[in-house]
């Protein structure tokens, strides 16, 4: 029987993106590999900050109708309100594709490629470690009305 009324996650997922960033640079600078941290040519930086771009419209407007309907963006508080508008009638995980993005676009950026190795490992502990753990706590708490959104809109894209 479920006693918290939160989505209980194993890790944040900022600090889950920033961890491997942080471990993404101590490795690259202790066994780099390719050309160097922060050595992009000029359509990789192009490249890079468009998905950078991209990234965080996908993470900031969608969290934004959070803040306007009441309720929460942060996993380990409550949410009081299912959001099924703007991005979320495309993909259940708006934000979290914009972080993916965000983290993408910094890997092109700082042509890091244990960063870019490291992005794995992240969707794995993001989709079973959060996203997975989310989606138990809304079948919870919203029932019918979550399993009917689940049955209409994707998880990822």
């Known amino acids: 029987m479920r006693t918290k009324d939160y989505a209980d996650v194993a890790i944040k997922p900022p600090f889950l993106f920033l961890g491997a960033l942080l471990l993404g640079y101590v490795l690259t ?22 998905f950078m771009v991209v990234g965080f419209a996908l993470a900031m407007f969608p969290a934004r109708r959070f803040h306007k309907a009441g309720t929460s963006v942060m996993p380990g508080e409550p949410s009081t309100v299912l959001i099924r508008e703007g991005a979320y009638r495309v993909t259940r995980n708006p934000i979290y594709i914009g972080l993916i993005l965000i983290y993408f676009g910094l890997c092109l950026v700082l042509t890091s490629v244990w960063m870019l190795i490291l992005l794995i490992p992240i969707v794995i502990i993001l989709h079973r470690g959060v ?25 990822w894209l």
């Open 131 to 155: 996203v997975k753990r989310e989606e138990d706590y809304l079948s919870w708490k919203f029932g019918d009305a979550y399993q009917r959104y689940i049955s209409e809109v994707p998880r």
């Open 29 to 50: 600078m202790w066994f780099p590999i390719g050309p160097g941290l922060a050595q992009p040519n000029g359509a990789g930086l192009a490249l890079g900050l468009t």
